[in-house]
């Protein structure tokens, strides 16, 4: 059985850090790219980062580059997502999902169809 479970979310007030973990099981995680994505109420989701396993490239949003770093423990089988100055906009429930690399991490989140999503895990950021 396939499984995607995220954990780390939380309360945390403006420009601080939190760590999401999506832990992966039920498939050979290095033929798959993870993707996070989030969705705040009355917004539509957004593709917020991902890690291709096939060159190993990374995506970021541009509402997160430079604050959002994505990384992969294979020997794990879990994706982290470290979230650092955290902003109020960033409150959000947060889900990772897997799919079939499209080559690079930004063809993929352009062009995937990620077949495989977790619970979600909800962030909130305070003022």
């Known amino acids: 059985e396939v499984q995607l479970v995220e954990s780390g979310g939380g309360l945390v007030q403006a420009g601080g850090s939190l760590r999401l973990s999506c832990a992966a099981s039920?498939?050979?995680?290095?033929?798959?790219?993870i993707g996070w994505f989030r969705q705040a109420p009355g917004k539509e989701r957004e593709g917020v980062s991902c890690i291709s396993s096939s060159d190993g490239s990374t995506y970021y949003a541009d509402s997160v580059k430079g604050r959002f770093t994505i990384s992969s423990d294979n020997a794990k089988n879990t994706v982290y997502l470290q979230m650092n100055s955290l902003k109020p906009e960033d409150t959000a429930v947060y889900y990772c999902?897997?799919?079939?690399?499209?080559?690079?991490?930004?063809?993929?989140?352009?062009?995937?169809?990620?077949?495989?999503w977790g619970q979600g895990t909800q962030v909130t950021v305070s003022s």
């Open positions: 039920g498939f050979t995680f290095d033929d798959y790219a």
């Open positions: 999902a897997a799919s079939r690399p499209f080559g690079t991490a930004v063809a993929t989140m352009m062009f995937a169809t990620f077949d495989y």
